[in-house]
Structure formats: structure tokens, C-alpha cells
T-cell receptor, first 112, second 112 residues
Framework: DSGVTQTPKHLITATGQRVTLRCSPR?????VYWYQQSLDQGLQFLIQ???????AKGNILERFSAQQFPDLHSELNLSSLELGDSALYFC???????????FGSGTRLTVV | GESVGLHLPTLSVQEGDNSIINCAYS??????FIWYKQESGKGPQFIID?????DKRQGQRVTVLLNKTVKHLSLQIAATQPGDSAVYFC???????????FGAGTTVTVRA
């Protein structure tokens, strides 16, 4: 157990729908990072939050949004889902910019 | 844009042999590098990291080498075991970056 908790582990939904992925960071970590991993692809950075505020943004689609709550858990919202959004979505948490971070076990999203 | 990449997408190694996984990076300003291991169905797991003021760092059965002159990073695994079969990612971060940028990954298969 890495200490980073992601729910749900699996999600199957239809095109056009909206889903919410949840992440609880490791105790003491203020930063949360969201990454997308498509089949046979690397990890694509989506967005980072630090202590409740957006800090960095990657190639995140406008249909996607995220937030970090006062208790530091984060949610990634994916709307108007398309087949191409099927992927593994990972959350990671960390302390500060000088270190690596710890990943959760991911949410596997399948859009049908 | 600048990114981190890996020389070979796959590597097949005989059990007991040493493995060397290579990574080329293009951002000369990067000052922090990290290797992750991702087993099937799991999130990336931290292996070892190195800062740009070092050339070499050793862990348990693993060594990371950094050559800043040619912008090359390598991960050496000693006495490779079946449990080492996984996808290995290198990642880098610059001094002004908050996020890690990942390469495409190398799939290591250990032959019995």
C-alpha cells in the first residue's frame, strides 16, 4: 500500500457521461498530481494541486476539471466522455518540488 | 517541447544477469531525475532518484548513473530476478518545474 488511495478502481461508463475520480493523498503530502496513461502509452501529466490551489496544468482537456478540498483529497471530473478517454488515471502525492512522488494504484476508466 | 525518452522500448534479460535500461533527456536544465517501476495493473513505484550534482547513486541491487554531458540517464539492475519484470520509466524535473515529465517506458522481461 503506497498510502495514496484512489477510488474507484474500475469504472465503466457510456459515451457522453460524466464521472468523478477520487484521490486521497499520503498523510502529510500537500501536493496532488493527476496523470493519464492510455494503452501502451507513457504517463501524461494533467494537473497539479498544492494545498487546495491549482499549481500546474498539463495537456488537460477542457472537458476535464479537478479540485483539491480542504482535507487535501482531490477529485478529477471527466465530462462528455469519449471512447478515447478510456485509460488509466493515476493520482500521485508529494511533499514539494524537489522530490519525486508516490502514486496510487489508479482508476481504470472504460468508456463504451 | 522537451521531453524525456528511452532508447529501447523492450529489453529481454536472462535471470541472474545484470540489466541496463537507458534514458536520454533533452532538457539540459533538469536537475532531478527518478526511476519508477510499473508492474502490470499497478501504479508506478519509486525505485531510485538522483540530483544533477551527482553522477552515481546506489540502492539495493540498483544503480542510477547520470551523464550530464550527453544528457543520459541509466538504471542498472544487478542479478535480475523474475520479479523485476515490469515497465521502467525515467522522469525528470527542472528547477522551476512542479511536475515530473515521464518518458515512454522500457518493458523488461526476465527469462527463466
Amino acid at each position: 500500500d503506497s498510502g495514496v488511495t484512489q477510488t474507484p478502481k474500475h469504472l465503466i461508463t457510456a459515451t457522453g457521461q460524466r464521472v468523478t475520480l477520487r484521490c486521497s493523498p499520503r498523510s502529510g503530502d500537500l501536493s496532488v498530481y493527476w496523470y493519464q496513461q492510455s494503452l501502451d502509452q507513457g504517463l501524461q501529466f494533467l494537473i497539479q494541486y498544492y494545498n487546495g490551489e491549482e499549481r500546474a496544468k498539463g495537456n488537460i482537456l477542457e472537458r476535464f476539471s479537478a479540485q483539491q478540498f480542504p482535507d487535501l483529497h482531490s477529485e478529477l471530473n471527466l465530462s462528455s466522455l469519449e471512447l478515447g478517454d478510456s485509460a488509466l488515471y493515476f493520482c500521485a502525492s508529494g511533499v514539494d518540488r524537489g522530490h519525486g512522488y508516490t502514486f496510487g494504484s489508479g482508476t481504470r476508466l472504460t468508456v463504451v | 517541447g522537451e521531453s524525456v525518452g528511452l532508447h529501447l522500448p523492450t529489453l529481454s534479460v536472462q535471470e541472474g544477469d545484470n540489466s541496463i535500461i537507458n534514458c536520454a533527456y533533452s532538457n539540459s536544465a533538469s536537475d532531478y531525475f527518478i526511476w519508477y517501476k510499473q508492474e502490470s495493473g499497478k501504479g508506478p513505484q519509486f525505485i531510485i532518484d538522483i540530483r544533477s550534482n551527482m553522477d552515481k547513486r546506489q540502492g539495493q541491487r540498483v544503480t542510477v548513473l547520470l551523464n550530464k554531458t550527453v544528457k543520459h540517464l541509466s538504471l542498472q539492475i544487478a542479478a535480475t530476478q523474475p520479479g523485476d519484470s515490469a515497465v521502467y520509466f525515467c522522469a525528470e524535473k527542472g528547477p522551476s518545474d512542479y511536475k515530473l515529465s515521464f518518458g515512454a517506458g522500457t518493458t523488461v522481461t526476465v527469462r527463466a
